[in-house]
């Protein structure tokens, strides 16, 4: 709806703050014209589900050095409305 070419997965540390922890790992898939909320759901949940299960052996063996956010750079979605939820 917003034209935006990508989205992706986070894993990160959590926080009192809204999406305020520090970055353990990230990972970026491309949003094809032909996607939608479902395909979407689908394509970002195996994505995070491979990016979990490369992320946990280097978290545990202390391997990863999170990365503090920069909140200067934070942006939030807004909440869709009934009509544009088809």
Known sequence: ???KKETGITIMYMAEALDAG???STAKLE?????????LHDK????GSELLMDTL???FN???TPQKQNDEEAT???NI???QEK
């Open 57 to 59: 052996p280097d978290l």
């Open 76 to 78: 939030y979605a807004y």
């Open 44 to 47: 970002l949940s195996a994505l």
């Open 1 to 3: 709806m917003q034209g």
């Open 31 to 39: 949003i094809d014209d032909e996607d939608h909320v479902g395909s």
């Open 22 to 24: 520090d970055i353990i």
């Open 62 to 64: 202390n391997r990863i």
């Open 81 to 83: 409305k009934r009509e």
